[in-house]
Structures are given as C-alpha cells and as structure tokens.
T-cell receptor
C-alpha cells in the first residue's frame, strides 16, 4: 500500500514544549512538504525539501524546524518559539517540485493542540 | 502579486443538480492549476490539473474543470452532484517565481438530498 503516513493523528502538548510530527512516504518521491491549515484559510507552506539533506523555508517557517536525512522521512519539529502552534498539520510529497506540474500527495494530517 | 481567489465560502446544491465551484487566479507566465478535495479531518486528495492543451480537463470522481485564460478562471464542475461530494475544495496555482503552490482559502460544498 503506497502512500504517506503521519503520526500521531492527535497530539496534545503543554506550552513551552517542543514536539515532533512524523511524516513517512513510500512513493519514492523526491520532494516533500509541510503545510499548516487553520480554519477558513488555505494551506500555508512551512518547509519543503527537494532532495535528501536539503530543505527550504516556506512562508511561515519561524518557530519550526525540519530534517531530511532519508528520502522517505521528513519530520517537523514545532518549537516553543512558535507563538500559535495549535493547528492541523499536513505533510505532502511529489515526484518533483510543484513547478514541474507534478501533483502533491497528502498524508492524513496531525492535529496539534497546545495548552 | 500572484494569488488565487475562491469567491464563495460555501456552495449549496441539491443532489442530482450540476455544481460549480469557482476559482480565479493571478500569476505571471503560464499557469499550472490544480483542484484538491478534503474530507473532514483528512488530508487533501488530488482531483485534476491543467498544464497545457485542452481547456476542459477531466479528473477523478466525475469532476471536470474549465480553464479560461481571458477570464483567468479555472472553475470546477460536475454534471450531477452526489451527497458524497460534500467536502472542502481547494484551488491552487503554481507560483512562477519559486514554483510553490499558492492555495485558495477553500470552498465548502454541501450537497443536499
């Protein structure tokens, strides 16, 4: 079964704690992305990676960090510096960057609640 | 500035009637346009895309979209709506400067039996 998995589905943390969201894909895709989704808004890009050991900041990277040590994995850490971390987080992958016209495949998402 | 607009927050359609979800865009260069659907508490699923060629694009689940260059629009359509089509629909366009997707705010589609 090919696809993207995200874990956990729901995550609760106390303010001031860092938390890492998992994203794994077995589609052999080169590009991976992290988005944040808030009610009534479109998706906002946090980070993206075109290749292993390389990643770029998106529109709202402040307070987040990522790594891409393996092609299949692109974990996102939400740090205590992120002022408003409660949101729905979506991971996606594509054969290449969106500019090459490849569609993105999305994981099921992780809903993070910070209190 | 490059942008995508989905002018309707919500669209209500009776089952069996045709549906249209609107999308307009503003980009430099040739647009790459995408439609995705999201069911509650789930990730997004790709429906269709326009890159070049025929202005009418057919996609998954009986959906199609019409690219109109003069009106800078890419409206999503389906001839006969199903209750199961009820979901949140997103339009997206490639940003010509950095090749990332610019996303619309989404349109909630409600199909009533």
């Amino acid at each position: 079964d090919g696809g993207i998995t995200q874990s956990p589905k729901y995550l609760f943390r106390k303010e001031g704690q860092n938390v890492t969201l998992s994203c794994e894909q077995n589609l052999n895709h080169d590009a991976m992305y992290w988005y944040r989704q808030d009610p009534g808004q479109g998706l906002r890009l946090i980070y993206y990676s075109q290749i292993v050991n390389d990643f770029q900041k998106g529109d709202i990277a402040e307070g987040y960090s990522v790594s891409r040590e393996k092609k299949e994995s692109f974990p996102l850490t939400v740090t205590s510096a992120q002022k408003n971390p409660t949101a729905f987080y979506l991971c996606a992958s594509s054969r290449g960057l969106a500019g090459t016209a490849y569609e993105q495949y999305f994981g099921p998402g992780t809903r993070l609640t910070v209190t | 500035a490059q942008s995508v607009a989905q002018p309707e927050d919500q669209v209500n359609v009776a089952e069996g009637n045709p549906l249209t979800v609107k999308c307009t865009y503003s980009v430099s260069g040739n647009p790459y346009l995408f439609w995705y659907v999201q069911y509650p508490n789930r990730g997004l699923q790709f429906l269709l895309k326009y890159i070049t060629g025929d202005n009418l694009v057919k996609g998954s689940y009986g959906f199609e979209a019409e690219f109109n260059k003069s009106q800078t629009s890419f409206h999503l359509k389906k001839p006969s709506a199903l209750v199961s089509d009820s979901a949140l629909y997103f339009c997206a366009v490639r940003d010509g400067s950095n090749y990332q997707l610019i996303w619309g705010a989404g349109t909630k589609l409600i199909i009533k039996p």
